[in-house]
């Protein structure tokens, strides 16, 4: 391809024949300064394609390329011939267009990718002598500082040009040469000038370090911080680094130093670095005589931009995000549709409100799915949404499961072409609305009927209706006007504050409802109280309250059983936490009180100590543990907690029973005791009705007082008589000091002694205790006295029916090992203590009775077996836990279990449910020893299979008599 040249060049000195033949000669070999120009122009314009072009008079060729190959640079020159001929830079974003029809230059642009093309002219002297230009995809932007760019690097090409044409003496002969150091100067002018035409920082040093030539943006930004005289790169990195001008070289400078300085490579690679606050890309290229060029693009503002589009981007994915969550949580049915209405997605494929499965409807249109009127209605819709940008809505109905539904629909338009399209079921909120509508009249009416006063504001007019109810409620009369101040002005000023707040917090949308209870005064000066309600019904274009509906209801008697039921709950809770506290109290002092008396009885059994002081111990022992038990009594009556059993008995022989038991304390006391005589022939006496163990328990009392406060030698003398058609009567009469009135009346008091503290034993809650146990079986405890003469108390009890009278009276109590101790539990509280006589020695005994004691109470367990050891027949073992007594099992064969009934690991019952389950001890005798000794607890045990219940403190007699029966029985 020939190139022309102007006349002008003659004039200028140079030849242009010449000038073409020195070109022709450039293309001789790689030149790496013109190779880094190049890659510095692709740089410039972030394009991956950058060529340098220079034409002579027979061709052209391409001296530096980069991103393609010389041969295929070859089909694109004419587009830089044609910018070498117009002379100055042309941009074509439509490349194939401008390229010829036929020809390779065409397919060789598409197979590089290449649709952008920018070009500017290289002139040496005045003359466009070739083209350097860069080209990309379609996506390849060219503003106009990059065009300055690439003009600037085509200044310092054509400086080039000219400094290796010189070099080389490629000037015509009739030319004389300019001087050396003139084309030198002359070339290093233009070098100068083309690096300050960049938009970088740059450097070069030469191959020791020195800095040889640097533009003016490197002296403003670098060059300006360091020392003066410092032209040595090293020592001016040193110098930045120990500075902090490279924040990344902060605590670990020599390090820094180190990478930074070992950049320069002759294929270097774009490192980037903070510099300054901001960010900086560095390129520090080799050349092969050492020479390094250093080149620093401020970069500050596109890392400003990335992390302005990552937070873009991800604010963008999280609204995203919070989009398909929001929908995700939407019980309505939405699609995504197109404009032109096909199915493009469903947000539940499996809502019950799509006409078809959703694999029928996706990629099809409304109009093939939907019926015709209403698939153009919704069309309608989608185009309205796409030309204004706004929600369209609309109501439609559509037959569904052979019903027919009402959908109300909503079409928002989406980028991309697409739409969001709701719908929700609203069949059943007409049918509801229709039928509020039908109802209104109804509720107002029963609201009136009910008691419930209306109000209706009407902001307004600001006026307020006030049915005949609510005046009523008030004590106005039905014509009586009332106004919003009327309604103030009765409200009761403590309250009129928070009623106002809840109002005003409704109204402004703070509170879901306007609810409260407040006090209002009453015509006739009482307090009222009522339970305000309101609902607005209507708002302004501007939010404010239009219209606000509410009733009002008269809560005084409600309020007064309210509170009345709150203090009935808290004297509940008062009352069980005593009982609580009560039953805890019992079972912790009855273990302790286990020891003083079983060691006390053991003591006495032994012998070698002074028998009077431990009676003295066992007595008071015993006064202890009576007053425990009738405070537990008294509880449980308070309470009502008893579980009585009534039923028809023959009071006689209970009473003959009750007298057997009281039978040693009379005769220490001195003390005789005269039983109801039966006259011969006569049938069966009368019978009442009540709990026998209880009713005994009543009996002992009266009975262990009568002889307590007897006089020595004196009497006691049991009735039975019974009223025509009414209550029987058992008194116990007896011959004691008596009382006066004032002794009388205080002889019901809990532990009320009447002075005779010190003499008699007793816990003073004993009376007490026998008129409330006779209360709740129905009867009454009657009581009378004269002084010296003695007292009278008479129980009077509900006689049995007729039938029930002439039929044998109920047994006592089963007469199983559980009644047995409840029954001798009994006895004791007014018996007398008497320890355990010793037993004298048995024959030695073919094999011992094995006992298992499972107690994890070491001084209960010591008194067990310290009691047991003076029994040759009887050899006992001990566990302190569950697990302890079933290791145990395999190497010894308990004849009888003894459990306690908690533990730390689980407790008695639980023990003898798996014991049960073991065919070798399914039918061992087992004893429950226990400090709970309440009738419950008697009860429970006997339920769960226990062959006797030895309550704490132990009755060391009573055990050693029940294990020598069963050691007697061996086999």
């Avoid at 989608?382 to 809505?393: D, E, F, I, M, V």
């Avoid at 040693?664 to 006496?685: E, F, K």
Wanted: hydrophobic fraction near 40%.
């Amino acid at each position: 391809m020939s190139l022309p040249f102007p006349a002008s060049a003659a004039a200028e000195g140079w030849s242009p024949p010449a000038l073409a033949d020195g070109l022709e000669r450039l293309d001789a070999s790689p030149d790496a300064a013109f190779d880094a120009l190049v890659r510095q122009a692709a740089r410039t314009a972030a394009g991956p394609i950058a060529a340098l072009t220079l034409f002579t008079r027979q061709r052209s060729f391409t001296k530096a390329a980069v991103g393609l190959m010389r041969s295929e640079a070859t089909h694109l020159h004419p587009l830089c011939e044609q910018v070498r001929r117009h002379g100055h830079a042309q941009v074509l974003y439509a490349l194939e267009t401008a390229l010829p029809a036929d020809g390779p230059a065409r397919p060789a642009a598409r197979a590089l990718g290449v649709a952008v093309y920018a070009g500017v002219p290289v002139r040496v002297h005045g003359h466009a002598v070739g083209t350097l230009c860069v080209m990309g995809p379609h996506t390849l932007a060219v503003p106009d500082a990059v065009l300055q760019g690439l003009h600037d690097l085509a200044i310092a090409c054509g400086g080039l040009i000219e400094s290796r044409l010189a070099a080389q003496a490629l000037l015509p002969a009739a030319t004389p040469p300019a001087p050396a150091d003139d084309v030198l100067r002359r070339a290093h002018e233009l070098l100068t000038q083309t690096l300050d035409g960049l938009a970088g920082s740059v450097m070069i040093s030469g191959p020791d370090g020195r800095i040889l030539l640097a533009n003016q943006r490197w002296h403003r930004q670098i060059g300006a911080l360091l020392p003066k005289g410092c032209d040595h790169w090293p020592t001016a990195v040193r110098h930045l680094a120990a500075n902090g001008h490279y924040q990344q070289a902060i605590g670990r400078e020599e390090a820094f130093v180190a990478w930074r300085l070992s950049l320069p490579a002759a294929v270097p690679r774009p490192q980037e670095t903070q510099w300054r606050g901001g960010w900086v890309v560095l390129n520090d290229r080799k050349l092969p005589d050492g020479t390094v060029v250093h080149l620093s693009m401020d970069i500050t503002e596109r890392h400003r931009r990335a992390d302005a589009l990552a937070e873009e981007q991800g604010r963008a994915r999280t609204s995203d995000a919070r989009l398909r969550a929001v929908l995700a949580a939407v019980p309505d049915l939405w699609f995504v549709v197109t404009d032109e209405g096909r199915y493009k997605h469903c947000g539940t494929p499996d809502h019950p409100s799509l006409v078809l499965p959703w694999s029928s409807l996706e990629e099809r249109t409304l109009a093939d799915v939907l019926p015709a009127p209403l698939a153009q209605s919704l069309g309608e819709a989608l185009r309205q949404a796409r030309a204004t940008g706004r929600t369209q809505s609309l109501e439609y109905e559509l037959p569904l499961r052979g019903r027919t539904h009402w959908f109300e629909a909503r079409v928002s338009p989406m980028p991309g072409g697409e739409q969001l399209y709701m719908a929700r079921d609203v069949t059943d909120l007409r049918a509801l609305a229709a039928e509020l509508r039908l109802n209104e009249e109804r509720w107002k009416f029963a609201l009136e009927t009910a008691g419930h006063g209306v109000w209706d504001w009407d902001a307004d007019t600001d006026t307020t209706y006030f049915s005949a109810a609510w005046k009523q409620m008030l004590g106005c009369q039905e014509d009586e006007p009332c106004h919003r101040d009327d309604w103030a002005a009765r409200v009761h000023p403590d309250d009129l504050p928070a009623a106002l707040g809840a109002l005003e917090a409704y109204q402004r949308g703070d509170a879901p409802g306007y609810e409260v209870d407040y006090r209002m005064r009453h015509t006739d000066g009482r307090i009222v109280w009522v339970r305000d309600r309101g609902r607005i019904v209507a708002r302004r274009p501007d939010g404010s309250v239009r219209r606000m509906v509410g009733t009002q209801t008269d809560i005084t008697r409600q309020r007064a059983a309210d509170a009345a039921l709150r203090d009935k709950q808290a004297a509940e809770l008062a009352s069980r936490s005593k009982s609580e506290f009560l039953s805890r109290m019992s079972h912790e002092m009855r273990t302790p009180l286990n020891a003083v008396i079983g060691f006390a009885q053991l003591l006495r059994l032994q012998g070698g100590v002074r028998l009077d002081y431990v009676d003295h111990v066992l007595q008071a022992s015993q006064h202890l543990l009576t007053l425990i038990n009738d405070v537990l009594d008294l509880q449980q009556v308070e309470e009502g907690g008893l579980n009585l059993q009534p039923r028809v008995i023959d009071p006689v022989p209970l009473v003959a029973a009750c007298a057997t038991m009281l039978r040693p304390l009379a005769q220490a006391r001195g003390v005789s005791q005269v039983l109801p005589a039966t006259p011969p022939g006569h049938g069966p006496g009368p019978r009442l009705v009540a709990d026998e163990q209880r009713l005994r328990q009543v009996l002992l009392n009266l009975g262990s007082n009568a002889i307590k406060y007897n006089r020595p030698a004196g009497r006691v003398v049991w009735e039975i008589e019974a009223d025509a058609d009414g209550p029987v009567h058992i008194t116990v009469r007896d011959t004691g000091s008596g009382m006066t009135e004032d002794q009388l009346a205080r002889l019901f008091q809990p532990f009320e002694r009447l002075g005779r503290e010190a003499n008699i034993e007793g816990s003073g809650l004993g009376l007490l205790i026998a008129r409330r146990l006779v209360g709740d079986m129905g009867g009454q405890v009657n009581l009378s006295s004269q002084p010296g003469v003695g007292t009278s108390v008479r129980v009077s009890l509900p006689a049995a029916p007729a039938e029930a009278a002439s039929a044998p009276a109920a047994d006592a109590l089963p007469a199983t090992a559980i009644a047995s101790a409840s029954a001798t539990a009994d006895a004791d509280l007014s018996a007398p203590v008497t320890a355990p006589e010793p037993t004298p020695a048995a024959p030695p005994p073919t094999r011992r009775l094995q006992v298992l004691y499972l107690e994890d109470n070491r001084v209960n367990a010591l008194l067990f077996t310290e009691a047991l050891r003076s029994r040759p027949d009887i050899e006992t073992h001990v566990a302190d836990c569950g697990e302890e007594l079933f290791e145990m099992l395999p190497r010894l064969q308990p004849d009888v279990f003894v459990l306690d009934a908690h533990l730390p690991d689980c407790s008695g019952y639980e023990v003898l449910a798996r014991l049960r389950a073991m065919p070798a001890h399914a039918d061992t005798p087992a004893y429950m020893c226990s400090a709970d000794a309440a009738p419950e607890d008697l009860a429970r045990a006997q339920a769960a299979g226990f062959a006797g219940y030895w309550p704490k403190p132990l009755d060391l007699s009573r055990i050693l008599a029940d294990l020598g029966r069963l050691a007697a029985n061996l086999p």
